[in-house]
């Protein structure tokens, strides 16, 4: 497997997740609460730093501002990058459970 992209962090794995539909900061911040189960919190310095670098790689656009609120959505770009690190996660795993019979012991 050849890697155009580093390994994503979490926070940005689940940032961009969040972003196959337009959503602003804190809708980002509560999806993701919501789909760890409360284990990924995001605080808002991450958020929106992640955010500058992620519309400079040019992996998510703006998509609406409304007032003070901006929305942000995922580019082509940023589908491959989440398809490129779900590919590799996928083979870390089968690996794994290769390995060890998954964690049986």
């Known amino acids: 497997m050849t890697q155009d992209h580093p390994p994503l962090t979490e926070g940005v794995y689940y940032i961009l997740l969040s972003l196959y539909e337009p959503r602003h900061g804190y809708g980002i911040i509560q999806l993701t609460e919501e789909m760890t189960a409360g284990r990924v919190k995001l605080g808002a310095g991450t958020i929106y730093g992640a955010i500058k670098t ?52």
């Open 54 to 105: 992620l519309l400079e790689r040019g992996w998510i656009q703006n998509f609406e501002e409304d007032g003070r609120k901006k929305e942000y959505i995922i580019t082509e770009e940023g589908k491959k990058v989440i398809n490129t690190e779900i590919s590799r996660l996928r083979e870390l795993f089968d690996n794994g459970v290769r390995i060890t019979g998954g964690g049986k012991s």
